[in-house]
């Protein structure tokens, strides 16, 4: 029997104490009707004890070490006195079992740690729905205490852009020595990036790291910058040996403090929430629209209607769209 009592979850979150920390998480991603109506009271609850956190999004090619340098990243932090919370957005998750089970074991060393808190992503969840729960589980980590948020992609697609409209900062990993340097890579998915970082930087792929370093510094300079005053830079790194770490944070320690100064940071954080609030309307209004009765009765005819061609997809969207001005 789930607890009802949302002083219990707010008094155990502000506490910091993980176990209800969890319980707070599991019941703000439950789909339950009175699930929903109690995270609701705790969400805003806890909202005034948000947002002081730094929030690193995290992304990589295939194969380019993204969970060691994640851990590595996270070990050092948490050394140097941060609370570090790992969240993952994978959309994939429901239907290949994608990080569920594999986050604590990718990051066994952080996983144990007094002061990291590792979340898989949701199962069963569109990239939508997964985005919005992640939202909510790094607004419950920052009042529990992280002061450190870390949202890792895991799934492919839209996913990198959905979490860079969550984070304060954005980090793209790279590989050196994958043949040519931009192959594959999508334009976009730089255009988001608040820093690159090539990893696996030791050893004989040192030389090789350098060189792909240069070529995405070149490359940068042909797309359009998310930040008029930023220009990300290409930095080198072995999580394996724990180069380069630091140099990353403080570059991402930079970041924030150049953001704050111009206001910028504070007005991508004020859009980002406008953000949600619109994904969260065309969220709702598609349930709305779908659980319509009159809808329900009428789609399949307009549907076939439309797939025999004796109607147009615009007249049937309006017929349909129609029963919710009736409402």
Known sequence: MINTDPQDYIDGVLAGKRRMLSKTIT????SLASHMVLARKLL??????????????ITGVPGVGKSTFIESLGITLVAEGHRVAVLAVDPSSSRSGGSVMADKTRMEKLAVEE????????????????????????????????????????????????????????????????????????????ELADAIAITKADGDNIEKA??????????????????????????????????GIHKIWQTVLDHRTKLSNTGELAQKRRQQALDWLWSLIEEGLKIR?????????????????????????????????FFLDKE
């Open 27 to 30: 019941l703000v991603e439950s």
């Open 44 to 57: 805003d609850s806890l909202l005034p004890y948000t947002g002081k956190a730094v929030r690193l999004g």
């Open 210 to 243: 350098k060189k792909a370093a240069g070529t995405y510094q070149n490359a940068l300079h042909f797309l359009r910058l998310a930040s008029p005053t930023w220009i990300p830079p290409v930095l080198t790194c072995s999580a394996v040996e724990k180069t």
């Open 289 to 321: 629209f779908k659980q319509n009765p009159d809808v329900k009765r009428r789609l399949p005819q307009i549907a076939h209607a439309v797939e025999k061609g004796i109607t147009t997809p615009t007249i049937a969207a309006e017929e349909l769209l």
């Open 115 to 190: 002061n990291a808190f590792i979340r898989p992503s949701p199962s069963g969840g569109t990239l939508g729905g997964v985005a919005r729960k992640t939202r909510e589980t790094m607004l419950i980590c920052e009042a529990a205490g992280y002061d450190v948020i870390i949202v890792e992609t895991v799934g492919v697609g839209q996913s990198e852009s959905t979490v860079a409209s969550m984070v304060d900062f954005f980090l793209v990993l790279m590989l050196a020595g994958a043949g040519d340097e931009l192959q594959g890579i999508k334009k976009g998915i730089l």
